[in-house]
C-alpha cells in the first residue's frame, strides 16, 4: 500500500457464526414440497391436476402481442356461445373472467372451440350414482375415470410454411425502397387526387351545361 491512504479495519470475522447462511435443510425441504404436491393431487382427485380450464389470449401492447399464453379465465360472450352457464363453469373445472373483453373474432371463436373440446372429454360426476342426471357420467364412464397429469389442453404452437419459389427477372427489375416510397407517396396524396379529381369532373359538367 502507498500513499496517505484509509488503513483499512473490517471486522469480517465479528461474530460471523450468527450470520452465516446454511443450506442442509435442502434435502429434506425437497421431500417435504414432494409429499406436499401428492397430498394435494389426492386431494383434487379425480379433478386434474394442473387445475382449472383457462383460455389462450394474446399479450398486451404491439411489441408482446404476438406471444400466445394462458388468461385468467374465460369471458362471458365465450361461454355464451359455448352454452355453459356462469355459474355453472367454475364447478366443472373452467376458469371464468367476467371483466375481460373480447376484441377479435378470431380469438374469441377459438376459445369457445376449446370450450367445446372440453366438454366432450369431461366426465361429471353425479351427485347421487343412483340417479344420474342429464349431462352427469353413468356407471361405465366413472370406472373409465382417471385424473389427468401433466398440463391440460395445452398450447399447440404451430409455426407457418414458408413459401419458396425461383426468383424472376420481374423480381429482378423492382428495387424494395421504390416500390415502398411510391406506395407510401400515393397514400399520403390519395386525398387530394381525389379531390382535384372531383374538381376536374365538377368543371367539365358545368362546361357541357353551359354550351348547351
Not at 122 to 127: D, E, S, T, W
Amino acid at each position: 500500500m502507498k500513499h496517505n491512504n484509509v488503513i483499512p479495519n473490517n471486522h469480517f470475522r465479528k461474530e460471523w457464526q450468527l450470520r452465516v447462511r446454511t443450506w442442509f435443510e435442502q434435502p429434506m425441504r425437497k421431500r417435504r414440497r414432494r409429499s406436499a404436491r401428492v397430498l394435494k393431487y389426492a386431494k383434487s382427485a379425480p379433478r386434474p391436476i394442473d387445475g382449472l380450464l383457462r383460455p389462450i389470449v394474446r399479450c398486451p401492447t404491439n411489441k408482446y402481442n404476438m406471444h400466445v399464453r394462458l388468461g385468467r379465465g374465460f369471458s362471458l360472450e365465450e361461454l355464451k356461445e359455448a352454452g355453459i352457464a356462469v355459474r355453472y363453469a367454475p364447478t366443472i373445472g373452467i376458469a371464468v373472467d367476467p371483466r375481460r373483453k373480447n376484441r377479435s373474432l378470431d380469438a374469441m371463436q377459438d376459445n369457445v372451440q376449446r370450450l367445446k373440446e372440453f366438454k366432450t372429454k369431461l366426465i361429471v360426476f353425479p351427485k347421487n350414482p343412483a340417479k344420474p342426471k342429464e349431462g352427469e357420467a353413468k356407471k361405465e364412464e366413472l370406472a373409465m375415470a382417471a385424473q389427468l397429469e401433466g398440463k391440460l389442453m395445452p398450447i399447440q404452437k404451430t409455426t407457418a410454411e414458408i413459401e419458396v419459389r425461383p426468383i424472376t427477372n420481374d423480381d429482378r427489375a423492382k428495387t424494395a425502397y421504390r416500390s415502398l416510397r411510391i406506395e407510401k407517396s400515393n397514400k399520403k396524396l390519395e386525398g387530394i387526387r381525389k379531390k382535384r379529381a372531383a374538381e376536374k369532373a365538377a368543371e367539365k359538367a358545368d362546361k357541357s351545361a353551359a354550351k348547351k
